[in-house]
């Protein structure tokens, strides 16, 4: 059944991962609910970009600790994707005549969801992931795909030759057509990483899904299945440049260092920007209240805190409370933690409401530990205390109270 | 017996008193008045009607409402954007002769097919110069039980005779009931100042607002409050929550500053009671390498390099690089350029300090910048 408006391009987001590798940070929500840079969280960012590039249908695909994502996105009103005719919405697996399914892979997941996508009737689908920071214009993207009549047009970035095994490396001739592809290569020969955006003609994304679907041994992925049967078909697959700043924030130390991005003033990513607004869903609070004890420098803080102590090159999330003496270094504090009298954290994560109790330690700086392999963020996750006097090693991560 | 918060209307006087800062409200309503970093004056009334389970509020304009109107929008973020009650708007309208009304009966009776219309057994009429966290609930019920036929919002202290004059003073009897009430009496010490929020039956709103256009009032202070201060059963509820009234530019500024004291803020931001207000998402506030900022409130969407003690500072606010800001208030939007020294400022939206300005007002009189000005 096609809906009343027929929709040029729907997005679609894959927001279903666990995240394992944030450990106790996503050990009850789904990464892409994942506190990010002091007000959002980093779904923000891919459902942010939509609204901005023109796009105002989107289907996000959760399956993984869903609940906080659901009540996070709700109507879709904080990123005006609440609308009579499209607007976002929340797509988990259900039950069919057929029989029911988890997704069981990025491919899976759309194919799941092709009744969603034909009720709009699109011309192009956008395929997003929920774990990536970066401000980007689908629009042009989309420009771009049209002019080359592509059948799917991947977004790529130049990654440096070191890091380029941790990505699906493409091969492209001058003109952008792509005409290899190499997931997660031991020995990569090119740096053009895929950054995970797909944009598709509908009909060819639903042919090769069903295709996909059918063939008993594929992975239903679209890396390691859609991508090469694309090329083995030489369909048009096009790369599209983005030079703008991009961060996977899967692992502690990328979504420590994409947060510190934000502070670091070399660094490309303006959130200031009035006509790129990154929008979050508020949380009601008063204005930060900055304590006549207070010593804050080089960093971000919001709406709702309280500080008495001192702040250095760390984000500070809304409503956390900083006592008179705390020390917070190279850090990030998650909404509603509480950094109780002369505690100190360095180089840490503090998960959401929890609470650091007097002169505790949580973490530390690198040049204090002799071994540097035993060196790296500590972690406290959501909802936890940390007892008075106790000290939370470099690169522990705690997921339960101590 | 509990009342049904769903019956009773909320009835806002957005324009109200608003003569006591004629400065900041030249081109705004008295609602419309920014306040404490990222409010403006309404969204205390707003919220607590809102957060009082009330669903229905109707906010009475007068003049130069277009910023409120843009505040309040649909009135989703106080969770007011209803199929059944939600917010109205109450422009002047057309069949007062004098052509803008004169008081608050005035401004009512301009909306009484409105009021008429409404299924609310009771109102309660509040304005926008008290900034507090108040729970209707209690002084609903607490007006039923007494079976009064009006029920005064009250705090009873120590008033200078600046407040006290630009208050109105009740006095009641042994049972509780008001006997006297002076309109901005010149006095001090110890008294009972109306907080200008009043509760009472729909039905007896519309009867005193005809009665009162027949016979040609006006006030509802004058006209109903003391005239028929024998007549009617007109009784107070004490309020002993946390306040300001503004009733000067320093008041005004004091109730901004007071709230930098953590104590006083927690008083009036409760958690389960917040106060809304619009959203601009803004980024969070950048602090830079070497500010130094102390004893302050700051909103969003800030840009911090140079000092800052002892001030307010609104959403969007820019201060450069070796500025110092003391004592002031800084509105929304506003730059502060490098190395400008200012004291005891109270700067409106969108106002411009050149680099190496030097501004200063007292305590006793804060210089005001108005609107959009470049100095």
């Known amino acids: 059944m096609t809906m009343f408006n027929k929709k040029e391009c729907v997005a679609m987001l894959l927001a279903g991962g666990q995240g394992s590798r944030l450990y106790a940070l996503t050990q009850s929500v789904a990464k892409p609910a994942v506190p990010f840079g002091a007000k959002y969280r980093i779904i923000d960012f891919p459902l942010s970009n939509c609204i901005n590039s023109g796009i105002d249908t989107v289907g996000v695909l959760t399956q993984y600790q869903p609940l906080v994502l659901n009540e996070y996105i709700g109507n879709g009103q904080p990123w005006d994707l609440d609308r009579i005719h499209g607007g976002v919405h929340v797509l988990p697996p259900y039950q069919k005549a057929s029989g029911s399914d988890w997704y069981s892979g990025t491919a899976n997941a759309i194919y799941q969801n092709i009744s969603f996508m034909d009720r709009y009737d699109p011309e192009y689908v956008i395929i997003l992931s929920g774990d990536h920071i970066y401000k980007m214009d689908y629009d042009k993207m989309l420009t771009y795909h049209k002019q080359n009549n592509a059948a799917c047009t991947i977004a790529v970035i130049d990654v440096p030759l070191e890091e380029a095994s941790r990505f699906g490396i493409m091969f492209a001739r001058d003109d952008g057509e792509i005409y290899d592809f190499v997931e997660k290569p031991k020995e990569p020969k090119s740096t053009l990483a895929s950054m995970g955006i797909y944009i598709f003609t509908y009909s060819k994304l639903k042919e090769y899904l069903i295709a996909n679907e059918n063939d008993k041994d594929a992975t239903k992925d679209f890396g390691n299945n859609i991508i090469p049967a694309l090329l083995a078909n030489n369909e048009r697959v096009w790369a599209y440049r983005f030079d703008g700043y991009w961060k996977d924030v899967g692992t502690i130390d990328s979504l420590w260092e994409a947060n510190m991005d934000l502070i670091n003033p070399k660094i490309p990513i303006d959130l200031y920007d009035p006509d790129w607004k990154i929008y979050s869903r508020n949380p009601v609070m008063p204005p930060q209240s900055i304590g006549k004890n207070a010593a804050v420098q080089n960093s971000v803080v919001t709406e709702g805190c309280y500080i008495d102590g001192s702040v250095e090159f760390s984000m500070i999330s809304n409503g956390v409370t900083i006592e008179e003496g705390a020390i917070v270094l190279d850090s990030i504090l998650m909404p509603g933690c509480v950094i109780k009298k002369n505690a100190k954290i360095e180089y840490a994560i503090v998960g959401e409401n929890s609470v650091i109790e007097e002169n505790a330690q949580v973490g530390s700086r690198p040049e204090n530990v002799e071994n540097r392999d035993e060196w790296g963020i500590a972690v406290v996750g959501h909802n936890l205390t940390v007892s008075s006097g106790s000290y939370i090693k470099p690169k522990q991560i705690i997921s339960q109270s101590i | ?375």
């Open chain 2, 1 to 375: 017996m509990a009342v049904n918060m769903g019956n009773v209307m909320g009835i806002i006087f957005a324009n109200m008193n608003e003569s006591v800062i004629n400065e900041i409200t030249k081109n705004r309503t008295m609602g419309s008045v920014l306040f404490g970093g990222r409010y403006r004056l309404i969204d205390f009334p707003l919220s607590n009607m809102a957060n009082s389970g009330v669903d229905e509020v109707a906010v009475i304009t007068k003049e130069n409402y277009q910023s409120l109107l843009d505040h309040l929008g649909s009135a989703r973020e106080w969770d007011l954007a209803r199929k059944k009650g939600g917010l109205h708007i109450l422009p002047p309208f057309g069949h007062v002769e004098a052509g803008l009304y004169r008081g608050r009966l005035e401004a009512l009776y301009g909306g009484i097919s409105f009021l008429k219309a409404s299924r609310a057994d009771y109102v309660i009429l509040a304005d926008c110069d008290v900034v507090a966290n108040v729970d209707f609930k209690p002084i609903v019920n607490a007006h039923v039980d007494s079976g009064a036929d009006i029920t005064i919002v009250t705090h009873t202290g120590l008033y200078t005779n600046e407040e006290a004059s630009s208050s109105t003073i009740i006095q009641t009897d042994e049972s509780g009931r008001v006997c006297d009430v002076l309109h901005k009496p010149n006095m001090a010490g110890e008294c009972t100042a109306c907080l200008n929020m009043f509760v009472m039956k729909m039905e007896f709103l519309i009867q005193l607002l005809e009665d009162g256009n027949a016979r040609g009032y006006f006030s509802f202070e004058r006209d109903v409050l003391q005239r028929k201060v024998n007549e009617l059963n007109i009784r107070t509820y004490e309020y002993d929550g946390y306040f300001s009234k503004i009733h000067d530019m320093r008041s005004f500024v004091k109730a901004n500053t007071d709230l930098i004291d953590p104590e006083n803020a927690k008083k009036l931001y409760l958690q389960d009671r917040p106060i809304y207000t619009k959203i601009r998402d803004n980024a969070p506030s950048k602090y830079d390498l070497n500010c130094i900022v102390k004893s302050s409130l700051i909103a969003d969407g800030c840009i911090i390099e140079g000092e800052v003690e002892n001030s307010v500072i609104f959403r969007g606010v820019k201060i450069g690089k070796g500025a110092k800001v003391k004592n002031s208030i800084l509105m929304q939007d506003t730059v502060i350029g490098d190395n400008a020294v200012i004291n005891n400022i109270v700067a409106d939206k969108d106002v411009t300090v050149a680099d190496n300005r030097m501004l200063s007002g007292s305590e006793e009189f804060p210089l005001y910048i108005g609107k959009g000005a470049s100095v």
